[in-house]
């Protein structure tokens, strides 16, 4: 029995029971005087002391945004109100308990369920995290944006199953989803969905009929590879779901909730913690999905802002849970004879509990294959290496980014200047020895370097785009290149004249320069269209290649001198 048969087996026979640790509480906050004490977080709600469940009720178990963590996220982000929460060990271990409590129910998800992920889930595809979901019984998920991460070819693979363009590894071909991927506001010119997905879908939860709808971003043509979807538009997400409710009614739904992955945030006092399960000044986008969703859906599970919330809406229950497994949305639907009425709760992940030994088997198995590239030393470096965004809205570690990009084409392909987008740089660097693992963990896409020509007018152009071509601004890391700019100027006139010095030397309009940047903001990713424009496109290493390259040739790293300035 080879190494994934021996995990199937255990996955297929072990039953996990777990106990969770009593709630805790929470204290008045004090006044203004100097024996005051700081606001106390919300109390925990987790998978203890559940209530009864009734015979007139179905549960749906909610997640989003999971990205492939199925070892325990660190740091402030396997937290929650100050509680450690996440890991998929006891993520499976919560759900057991939940399952056990309310037989009549069903485990969904609101995308973002792979992409951007750690190590042991990205290195083999993703595939560890699908065999994850299908262990616990995820019956449906939305398509989340990071789904389209390697196009509508690879979205089908995992759906349906079969080996990776680069083989199968490790051990047998990938077996595919066992739920349903579900894109119903994502189309070709023909309206036709991505090749193996569907709208929606019927689950039959107790003796009753829940129609699912999922729904993405209409950003994610903004926020993947161009050349991935090409050919597919995302159509306003409410306007999607009500197109299809009646075919879900005609089917027999006798409910229906949505999927969304899209969403918003709280808004809170700056002295009040934020509630995991309040609602406080949520933000427009939220409320107006809630008002422009059809009555007939009596639920909303949000996504993709990685926030979390539990409001009720337009007679709708509105939730998000966070990210990475911390959070699972309890929603109950009770059906009555004046109808279905919806509430639901967010649970913290603990892990104070027994993890899961299916799971725990399987997070090993693959963290044992990934072991030999994880921990091997790449180089060091000499201070901790931010990838938030400093006081102009650049990311200092995209600066050490682009200086690797630069340096693996200011050679070869002739470049002057490198540029990176924020999104691309997806954790920090800490002093000392730095890992392949450290390394992939801040760039998990394997995008591909590309040297391109572009003229000055046109790199303007891209600078200005920084604003106006996505929700918030997106500020690009640089080498070899400096500007100023205005943060109360217009959009389109942020760049102050005569600042751009590329090369050393102020930027010329009309003159040609080749730039450096990765195939993501080369095919117009992000919004920079300007990037299309370049010519004599010359492909070059994979942009890991190229971090690992500096750090083995210019250890230890430094922090970065800043190369924005804001006026």
Known sequence: MNARRRVAAVIAGIVSIALVAGCGTTADKGGESPTSVAPQEPPLIS????????????????????????????????????????GAAYLATHLARLKAAYPASAVVAAGDDIGASPLVSGLFHDEPTVTFLNSVGVAASSVGNHEFDHGVLELARLQQGGCAPDGCSPGEPFGGAKFAYLAANVVDAEGKLPPALRPWTILQVGEHKVGVIGTVTPDTVNLVFPEGIRGYTFGDEAAAINRYVPEMKAAGAETVVALMHDGGAQRADKDTPLDYNGCAGISPNVTDLAKRVDPA?????????????????????????????????DLTLRFTPEGVRASAINRVVTRDVAADPATTALVDFYAEQARPRTARVVGAAAATLPHDPDATGVSPLGNVIADSMLAATAGPASAVAAFMNPGGVRADIKAGPVT?????????????VVTLTLTGAQILRVLEQQWTNASKPAVLSLAGLTYAYADSALKGAKVIAGTVRIAGQPLDPLAAYRVTTNSFLAAGGDGFTAFTEGVDNVPGPTDLDALEALFRDASPIQLPPARVEKR
Request: contains cysteine; proline residues 6%.
């Open 436 to 448: 392949y693992g450290d390394i992939y963990t801040v760039q998990p896409f394997g995008n591909q």
């Open 297 to 329: 859906v009596t639920a909303l599970f949000t996504a993709h802002s990685h926030q979390f919330y539990n409001c009720t809406m337009e007679g709708k229950a509105v939730t998000q849970a966070a990210s990475y497994g911390r959070l699972i949305t």
């Open 47 to 86: 998978t203890n002391d559940l209530p009864a469940a009734r015979p007139d009720e179905v549960h749906l178990f909610g997640l989003n945004d999971l990205h492939g963590n199925l070892q325990p996220p660190a740091g402030s982000t396997g937290k929650v109100s100050g509680y450690d929460a996440g």
